[in-house]
């Protein structure tokens, strides 16, 4: 028996057999076009072979005439998707999984600019200008009628491609929730008002798609349980919402908030400062109240003991998993082979949904990518013969950071011999900070996973309190030297920088410095943000000085304003400002105002970023054939490069 009774339990709806009670939550696939490609089948097939029941393709648009919103989504009322997606489909069945497919409609958050000829954007209410600056037209029975249509049209098309069910995208602030949510719906007649009459529209949409689609096709409902902004659904409004859906859907989905206000994103992709499965007391009153239709919950899950014991208390029925995916798209064979210990956690760093938010980044990259899973986006790779090596090498790594045991792990797997040595008495010691910041735990679960990993792997050899030298690689001769040492801190020129009240950051887990009550913060990244935040929940006074305009730009989007959200309750904060001198008290500086202050501080910390030390190991050089560097110590940077430049040096010898 399953050490996961529950989550491995099978289940059948309808004439389907779902082989678990895990489902992939809709997630788009990368490439920059609105077709399923080569890398979107890998992207999909990838999911499906990790062994999840149910994948789900992220977002296809209905109608594109008038719900159009991002240029990259693929439009199920354009017969030229066919052929990725059938492919798609079958890629995902060779697995044994169920493909389902998310179909959604922009209302009135539509991009004129990117609709159909003969295109206008339409809502349940009319607005003079959208988002985009675009007039919305209050929406008719008529139009209500096209885009239910729509919606059947399109589930009708996923059914010919092979797809066994369709997710309906009710929630995030689509046409759905638009009416659904008094934020967009102040109609008086019978569209809008109570929820019947809120709920009457997305109704109509399940009844014409089942209509249109007959018995042999589960029907998902995604919806928003909360929206998380003042007028925005209630939990107690969608319970009311489900007892009407029940029966009419085969599963409710509960997922939250709302692209109607881009702060409440910090709760659609939930970030480090939510508890994981933020969701699912939400989907338990709803699951209290529906007698026919299964209740399945998205949000931050990524632990197999946590979703088990969801399922064993009855709050749900079926769990669905995005970003866990990514990061690690084998975590449900894993899981079911019992070990767990090895899955490579999500950190909820949210970079793979921070690529597109413009300005925030100057270009959308297109390009999806994960901080832990470096052949996310390249799951092909994998499979090309060429990426096998011609010759076995001995391969010597110094330094067992993320790069240096990614790229040990990656050159293991592939039958290199391997030595892993860490200067310090364990592995990952340059990140120990984490494990001091409440909000980093899962950095700390994710590197936890990465050492059992080093230490599961064939062919690879750990030394620990080992420090590579020259003396030690003439002794070992290795064939291909990777080094992974790390950065070194950028002291910047500030006079003061001898008073005994400094300290760099990293001083506070290297050399256990212990900061006092009054801390000043220079250099306000994302170090130096986190790290103040945590002292600041500690209870010191903390102050921030950063030169530049705003603090940690260099935070992914959705981290970023949860971030300053959570910084603006409980630190202070300098922009713009600039540092003139470090005194025995505290930092004078001069603040964006121009104004001359002194912030007073009994402890001062230098969070002025690293730079990498690549040009120390010069005469590494002479001493083996091929030296290759890798994170930090190549570029000073985040886990998403550490763990890239380790895995290329891995797969490249
Ligand atoms: C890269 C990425 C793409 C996503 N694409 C979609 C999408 O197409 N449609 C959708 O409803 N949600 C989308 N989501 C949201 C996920 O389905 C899911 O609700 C969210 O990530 C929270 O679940 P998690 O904490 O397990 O990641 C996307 C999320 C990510 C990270
Ligand atoms: S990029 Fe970050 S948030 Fe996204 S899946 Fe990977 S680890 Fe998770």
Not at 37 to 65: D, N, P
Not at 155 to 176: E, P, R, S
Not at 240 to 253: M, P, R, Y
Not at 599 to 620: K, N, P
Request: glycine share 8%; net charge negative.
């Amino acid at each position: 028996m399953s050490i996961y009774p529950h989550l491995f339990a099978p289940l059948h709806i309808r004439n389907f057999y779902i082989k678990n009670r895990i489902e992939s939550a809709p997630i788009s696939h990368s490439g920059g076009v609105p077709f399923y490609t080569r890398e979107a089948q890998e992207m999909y097939s990838t999911f499906a072979k990790g062994g999840v029941g149910i994948v789900t393709l992220g977002e296809a648009g209905v109608h594109s005439q008038t719900g159009h919103a991002h240029p990259t989504m693929p439009h199920l009322d354009d017969t030229t998707v066919l052929p990725g997606l059938i492919q798609t489909v079958d890629a995902i069945h060779k697995w044994g999984a169920l493909a389902s497919i998310e179909l959604t409609h922009s209302g009135n958050r539509a991009k004129g600019s990117l609709l159909t000829e003969g295109g206008f954007v339409m809502g349940p209410c009319a607005m003079e200008t959208n988002l985009y600056g675009d007039p919305v037209v209050e929406m008719d029975e008529d139009m209500m009628n096209m885009v239910a249509d729509a919606f059947a049209e399109a589930a009708y098309l996923a059914k010919f491609a092979g797809c066994d069910m369709i997710n309906i995208h009710g929630g995030h602030g689509w046409i759905i929730s638009q009416f659904l949510s008094d934020l967009d719906n102040h109609r008086t007649d019978q569209y809008g008002g109570c929820i019947e009459n809120k709920a009457r529209f997305p109704l109509m949409i399940v009844d014409r798609i089942r209509e249109k689609c007959g018995n042999d096709l589960i029907i998902e409902f995604r919806l928003s349980a909360e929206e998380g902004i003042p007028g925005g659904i209630t939990i107690d409004e969608t319970v009311e919402f489900a007892k009407l859906l029940d029966g009419k859907v085969d599963i409710i989905h509960v997922s939250a908030a709302t692209f109607h206000e881009t702060a409440t994103a910090s709760r659609m992709f939930p970030t480090v400062f939510y508890p994981r499965g933020c969701n699912v007391e939400n989907a338990a009153k709803i699951k209290a109240v529906t007698k026919k239709s299964y209740v399945s919950v998205v949000g931050g899950l990524n632990d197999p003991d946590h979703m088990e014991s969801i399922l064993a208390d009855g709050k749900t029925d079926m769990v669905v998993v995005g970003r866990q995916m990514m990061a690690d798209p084998n975590w449900p064979n894993k899981a079911k082979k019992g070990k767990a210990d090895e899955i490579i956690k999500c950190i909820r760093c949210e970079t793979c949904i921070s690529a597109g938010f413009i300005p925030h980044v100057p270009f959308s990259s297109g390009v999806l990518r994960c901080s832990v899973n470096p052949s996310w986006g390249r799951e092909y790779e994998n499979t090309r013969k060429e990426d096998k090596p011609e010759q076995l090498k001995k391969v010597l790594v110094a330094g067992g950071g993320p790069s240096g045991m990614e790229a040990a792990i990656t050159a293991a797997r592939r039958g290199h011999n391997v030595i892993l040595c860490e200067k310090s008495d364990h592995l990952a010691a340059n990140l120990d900070y984490a494990k001091q910041i409440s909000f980093k735990q899962d950095i700390v679960a994710f590197l936890k996973s990465m050492e059992v990993n080093v230490r599961r792997t064939p062919n690879l050899e750990v030394r620990l309190n080992t420090e590579v030298t020259e003396e030690l690689i003439q002794i070992e001769g290795p064939d291909v030297l990777i080094a992974a040492c790390g950065a070194e801190p950028i002291l910047p020129p500030i006079p003061g920088l001898d008073q005994p009240i400094v300290h760099h950051i990293t001083d506070l887990y290297k050399k256990n410095v212990k900061a006092g009550q009054k801390v000043v913060i220079i250099g306000g990244g994302l170090a130096g943000c986190e790290e103040g935040l945590s002292l600041a929940w500690e209870g010191k006074d903390v102050s921030i000085v950063e030169m530049k305009p705003e603090l940690a730009k260099d935070a992914p989007y959705i981290h970023w304003k949860h971030l300053l959200s959570k910084l603006s309750e409980s630190v202070t904060s300098y922009c713009s400002a600039k540092v003139q001198a470090i005194e025995a008290e505290g930092v004078r500086i001069v603040d964006a105002g121009g104004n001359e202050r002194k912030l007073e501080a009994d402890t001062v910390f230098i969070a002025t970023g690293m730079r990498a030390t690549s040009e120390r190991y010069d005469t590494w050089h002479d001493l083996v054939e091929d030296i290759i560097f890798v994170g930090d110590c190549r570029r000073s940077s985040k886990i998403l490069d550490a763990m890239r430049t380790g895995y290329c040096a891995g797969m490249t010898i």
